[in-house]
């Protein structure tokens, strides 16, 4: 049976992070939706041209795109054995979606990892985070520096700094959160994969929180 792995939670809490070490760990692809639409921004794409203004504004993107980039990414051969999904479902529609999907294949969703923080943390790591503009390794200027400044340990690509990790744009994809995305956790609540893990403190401590969660073995 594959295994999909759901991250759901605010902006900035660390889906990102966590996800991709998750991923890794039990050697699954990562599944963003959010570098997947940047990506489809720097290539300049029909699905990214669309996209780029949504995103920046710190809105969500329609969820009949995000769905229907999400079926084709589980199309590809790599997504056979299950994916781990990074900042998807953001909505109940996708939601939806995403089980209709996994059903179709006599799969269920394996789990759903929760992570909440503050919102004065959420702050203070979105504002200080970094993205590599070539391997999307995710940095921050005071949790997780670089060796050099601005340059990529892992490919030596470039530092940047997300558009919508403007404070403005911050607070406004943290009400977008409450108001389209907060109503997921009575969504997948009383689900047994559902699992709320605490995002406070060093990303190894939170992450050995996941992989006790999943139960996956190191
Ligand atoms: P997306 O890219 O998904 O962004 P997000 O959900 O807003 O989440 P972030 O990437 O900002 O944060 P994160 O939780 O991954 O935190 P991270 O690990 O980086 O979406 C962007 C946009 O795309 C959306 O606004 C929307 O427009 C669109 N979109 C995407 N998916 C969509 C969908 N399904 N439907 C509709 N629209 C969609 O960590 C943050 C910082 O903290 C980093 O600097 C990191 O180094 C640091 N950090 C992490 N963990 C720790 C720790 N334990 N201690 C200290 N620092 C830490």
């Given at each position: 049976?594959?295994?999909?792995?759901?991250?759901?939670?605010?902006?900035?809490?660390?889906?990102?992070?966590?996800?991709?070490?998750?991923?890794?760990?039990?050697?699954?692809?990562?599944?963003?939706?959010g570098d997947m639409l940047r990506a489809s921004v720097q290539s300049g794409r029909e699905i990214g041209l669309r996209a780029a203004a949504v995103?920046?504004?710190?809105?969500?993107?329609?969820?009949?795109?995000?769905?229907?980039?999400?079926?084709?990414?589980?199309?590809?051969?790599?997504?056979?054995?299950?994916?781990?999904?990074?900042?998807?479902?953001?909505?109940?529609?996708?939601?939806?979606?995403?089980?209709?999907?996994?059903?179709?294949?006599?799969?269920?969703?394996?789990?759903?990892?929760?992570?909440?923080?503050?919102?004065?943390?959420?702050?203070?790591?979105?504002?200080?985070?970094?993205?590599?503009?070539?391997?999307?390794?995710?940095?921050?200027?005071?949790?997780?520096?670089?060796?050099?400044?601005?340059?990529?340990?892992?490919?030596?690509?470039?530092?940047?700094?997300?558009?919508?990790?403007?404070?403005?744009v911050i607070r406004k994809r943290l009400a977008v959160y409450q108001a389209e995305t907060a109503p997921l956790i009575a969504y997948y609540h009383?689900?047994?994969?559902?699992?709320?893990?605490?995002?406070?403190?060093?990303?190894?401590?939170?992450?050995?929180?996941?992989v006790e969660a999943v139960g996956v073995v190191r």
């Amino acid at each position: 049976m594959a295994k999909h792995l759901i991250f759901l939670g605010a902006p900035g809490v660390g889906k990102g992070t966590q996800a991709q070490r998750l991923a890794q760990l039990m050697d699954l692809p990562h599944v963003s939706t959010g570098d997947m639409l940047r990506a489809s921004v720097q290539s300049g794409r029909e699905i990214g041209l669309r996209a780029a203004a949504v995103m920046e504004s710190g809105a969500l993107v329609g969820d009949e795109i995000i769905i229907g980039i999400v079926a084709e990414r589980l199309l590809l051969p790599d997504a056979a054995a299950g994916v781990v999904f990074d900042g998807f479902p953001r909505t109940i529609h996708q939601a939806n979606a995403l089980d209709n999907l996994v059903s179709a294949h006599g799969d269920q969703i394996t789990a759903v990892l929760h992570i909440n923080l503050s919102d004065e943390e959420i702050v203070e790591r979105l504002s200080g985070r970094r993205v590599c503009s070539k391997c999307g390794a995710i940095y921050h200027i005071r949790y997780h520096a670089p060796a050099v400044n601005g340059v990529c340990d892992i490919c030596g690509g470039v530092l940047l700094q997300r558009e919508d990790d403007q404070p403005a744009v911050i607070r406004k994809r943290l009400a977008v959160y409450q108001a389209e995305t907060a109503p997921l956790i009575a969504y997948y609540h009383d689900r047994p994969a559902y699992h709320l893990v605490s995002g406070e403190g060093e990303a190894d401590e939170v992450f050995s929180r996941i992989v006790e969660a999943v139960g996956v073995v190191r």
